[in-house]
C-alpha cells in the first residue's frame, strides 16, 4: 500500500511527529541497536527489510518490507515514512557472490538515493562496510592507507563509497556522508568462532601476517550513533577495539575461556592486519569493550546463563601447550 498524503495525516496514521530527526535504517541487529541508543525525544526512526519484521513492543523502529533491487517496493514503503534527515546504510548481503555484493551495496546504495523523496531533507548518511577494503599488512593500517581490496567484497564496498561521495556533491550537496569500516563483529548471537574451537574445527595460523582485529557489536552500535550526530565527521573512520592481536594468540585464549583444547597450527600466507581506531578516538568516540578478550569473556558468560553446558570435540592427542606469546610491535 502506498500513503499518500500531508504531513498532518502522516502523523495519524503512522504516529511519526513533523520536525524530528527522521532516521531511515538500512539493515538488521547493528541497526536496532543503533536505533536503541538515539534520544527518543529527538529522533525517530523507520526501517527496511527484505523480509517481514513483526513489531516488537518498546520498539524504536518502524519496520516497512522493500528491496534494495525493486525500486517500486522502495517507493511505496518510502511514501510512509516523513522525509528522511539521516541514513544509515549498513545492509547485510544474503549470499557471498559477486553478484549480490554488487545488487546491495553500490547498485543498491544508488537506488535508495534515487529513490528518497525530498532528498533535500536528508543532512547525513552514514554507510557501514567492512575493513576488507584493505588487504594483508604486517604493518599498522589507518584511513590513509591506500585501499587494496583482494576480493569482490572488498571491492564492491569500495565502489559504494566512491558513488556516495558523487552523490554528494551532486543531488545531496547538503549532505555530509561518511563511512565506517567495521573489523569482525562479536558479541550476544556472535559466536560462531568459538564453537569453530570446542568442535575442533579451526586451526590457528602460524607465521607473520596473521592479525585479528575485532569489534563489539555494542562497540559498533555506539560508533553509528556517534557519527550520525558528530558535526563534522571526516569521509571515512576505523571501527575497530584498540588492540589487534595475533591470530594464534586470540584463538588460544578463546579456547582457554571455553575450557577446549588450543587449537591446531597450520601454515598459511598472511591473511590479517593491524587497524588503528586512532581517528575515530579522537573524535570523541570510546569503546566500552576496548580489549577483545574482554568481551569475549563477558559474552561467554552471558551465552552461558542462557543455554545448556556444550562440550567440546573430544581430541585424540593431549591438550597442547600454548606457545609462548607474541606482543605486537
Not at 536503541?36 to 518490507?65: H, K
Request: glycine share 8%; hydrophobic share 35%; aromatic share 6%.
Amino acid at each position: 500500500m502506498t500513503w499518500q498524503c500531508s504531513h498532518g495525516q502522516l502523523r495519524r496514521q503512522t504516529g511519526y511527529k513533523h520536525g524530528m530527526n527522521t532516521l531511515l535504517l538500512i539493515g538488521g541487529d547493528l541497526c536496532m541497536r543503533t536505533a536503541g541508543r538515539l534520544d527518543s525525544a529527538e529522533w525517530q526512526c523507520a526501517g527496511l527489510r527484505r523480509r517481514p519484521v513483526l513489531a516488537t513492543p518498546g520498539s524504536r523502529i518502524r519496520w516497512f518490507q522493500a528491496d534494495l533491487r525493486d525500486p517500486a517496493s522502495l517507493s511505496a514503503a518510502l511514501s510512509a515514512i516523513p522525509p528522511t534527515t539521516h541514513l544509515l546504510y549498513a545492509p547485510a548481503p544474503d549470499a557471498r557472490t559477486p553478484e549480490t555484493y554488487v545488487q546491495v551495496y553500490p547498485e543498491g546504495l544508488r537506488t535508495l538515493l534515487e529513490t528518497l523523496p525530498e532528498p533535500e531533507r536528508l543532512r547525513r548518511c552514514v554507510m557501514v562496510d567492512s575493513t576488507a577494503v584493505w588487504g594483508p599488512s604486517n604493518a599498522w593500517v589507518d584511513e590513509e592507507t591506500p585501499a587494496n581490496p583482494e576480493d569482490f567484497r572488498g571491492a564492491s564496498m569500495l565502489a559504494a563509497e566512491a558513488l556516495l561521495h558523487e552523490q554528494l556533491t551532486g543531488r545531496f550537496q547538503n549532505v555530509i556522508g561518511t563511512a565506517l569500516r567495521l573489523s569482525g563483529l562479536y558479541g550476544p548471537g556472535r559466536l560462531r568462532l568459538i564453537e569453530g574451537l570446542r568442535s575442533g574445527r579451526i586451526k590457528a595460523p602460524t607465521g607473520p601476517g596473521h592479525w585479528a582485529n575485532r569489534i563489539h557489536i555494542e562497540d559498533a552500535a555506539s560508533a553509528c550513533a556517534h557519527l550520525l550526530a558528530l558535526p563534522k565527521p571526516l569521509s571515512c573512520y576505523i571501527g575497530t577495539d584498540d588492540h589487534p592481536l595475533p591470530t594464534a594468540d586470540l584463538y588460544d585464549a578463546l579456547a582457554r575461556m571455553a575450557d577446549c583444547h588450543l587449537p591446531d597450527r597450520e601454515t598459511r600466507p598472511p591473511d590479517g592486519k593491524r587497524l588503528s581506531n586512532a581517528r575515530l578516538r579522537a573524535s570523541g568516540w570510546t569503546p566500552q569493550w576496548p580489549d577483545m578478550t574482554t568481551g569475549y569473556a563477558q559474552a561467554l558468560v552471558s551465552a552461558a546463563r542462557s543455554a545448556p553446558p556444550i562440550r567440546c570435540a573430544e581430541a585424540a592427542r593431549p591438550p597442547r601447550t600454548a606457545p609462548p606469546r607474541r606482543s605486537p610491535t
